[in-house]
Each structure stands twice: as structure tokens, then as C-alpha cells.
């Protein structure tokens, strides 16, 4: 399931920052803000986009506030509320001051930005994160945004699977239910 280029691109980028950035719970552990902020917001965004330059500390703060806000898209998504996901979306659109722009750089084609010039970083990744969930909620894919069903992991996100049945963050999790159920079934029989 694709929904364009860029747009995937960026849709991995949310979730990454939403995963790196926010505490919570990873794989049955505590998954604390790490102690580096600005190291984990750096590879969070070089993981898709590799020509990312370094992220300095003040903007990771800054990275980590709009990744805990993309959160709450994916837990009201999770909770089948699609109006507050909408809403989530539409304040940070407005907020960020998202707006496209079809930009050329780095020999690269032309494509579509999100944000204009002059913003700061935060903010531009920002616009362009909640403008990628507002084509994901917008269109018929909403309902791929999901948050790990498995116990003791809170990591986000997008099901680009075929049926559309993902409930886990990683193999990982799946893996760790599905040997839990395997060792209940034991001690039950």
C-alpha cells in the first residue's frame, strides 16, 4: 500500500519521531525520553532521510513536543475516535501553518513540501508530519494508524499490509504474544 513517495516517506518519519521521542513502553520494557534527545531526533529522521543534518538540542525539545502531539493522533486512532484524530490533526495543521509547496533541491525532482521557508525546524517537520496523517485520515487508509496492541508496548504504527490486520509495532511483539499464548495453552493442558 502506497500512498505517494514523499508521502510514505514522511508517514515513516512520524512514526519514527512518535517511537523515538515520546516515553512510554517498547517490547515489554520502559522505553524512557532518551538521554540523548538530540543523537535520537538526528537518527529518527536520518533513518528515512539520510542527508539530514544534525539536530541540536533546543530543536529535539522542540521534536519531541510535536512527537508527543502525533502521538495522540495514533492513540485516538487506536481507540477507533476518528474526530479527535481529525481534530489532533487539523490544530497541528493550523498551528505548524502547514501549507504545500512543490519544491526542487538536491538534484532532486520536483515535489511536494509541506511547509514554506523560513520556519524552524520543529515546526516544518511538524506541518509535514500532520500533513502526511491528514492524507492518511483523509483518505482510506485511516484506519492503518495503529498503536501496538501487544502487552506492555505503546510503540506506533502504519499498517502497509495487504488486509490491513496489523495490531503489533515489530516481529518482535507479535512473537512475544504469540509465545505467551503458546506457554498459557501449555500450562492449561
Not at 518482535?172 to 492449561?188: E, H, I, L, P
Request: charged letters at 25%.
Amino acid at each position: 500500500m502506497d500512498f505517494n513517495s514523499h508521502t510514505d516517506a514522511v508517514v515513516r518519519v512520524t512514526v519514527t519521531l512518535v517511537n523515538e521521542l515520546t516515553p512510554g513502553e517498547r517490547r515489554g520494557r520502559p522505553a524512557p525520553l532518551p538521554d540523548d534527545l538530540a543523537g535520537a531526533a538526528g537518527r529518527a529522521l536520518r533513518d528515512v532521510y539520510p542527508g539530514q543534518r544534525d539536530v541540536t538540542a533546543a530543536e529535539a525539545t522542540e521534536l519531541a513536543e510535536v512527537a508527543a502531539r502525533l502521538r495522540e493522533v495514533f492513540e485516538a486512532m487506536a481507540a477507533q475516535d476518528v474526530d479527535a484524530a481529525a481534530h489532533r490533526v487539523n490544530a497541528l495543521l493550523e498551528e505548524t501553518r502547514a501549507r504545500p509547496r512543490l519544491e526542487r533541491h538536491d538534484g532532486e525532482p520536483w515535489h511536494l513540501h509541506f511547509h514554506g521557508p523560513g520556519g524552524t525546524m520543529a515546526a516544518d517537520w511538524g506541518a509535514s508530519c500532520a500533513t502526511s496523517l491528514a492524507i492518511v485520515l483523509g483518505g482510506e487508509f485511516g484506519d492503518r494508524l495503529g498503536v501496538c496492541t501487544a502487552p506492555h508496548c505503546d510503540r506506533v504504527y502504519v499498517d502497509v499490509s495487504r488486509n490491513g490486520t496489523r495490531r503489533f509495532c515489530s516481529t518482535a511483539c507479535q512473537n512475544r504474544v504469540k509465545t505467551a499464548a503458546f506457554r498459557a495453552r501449555g500450562r492449561a493442558g
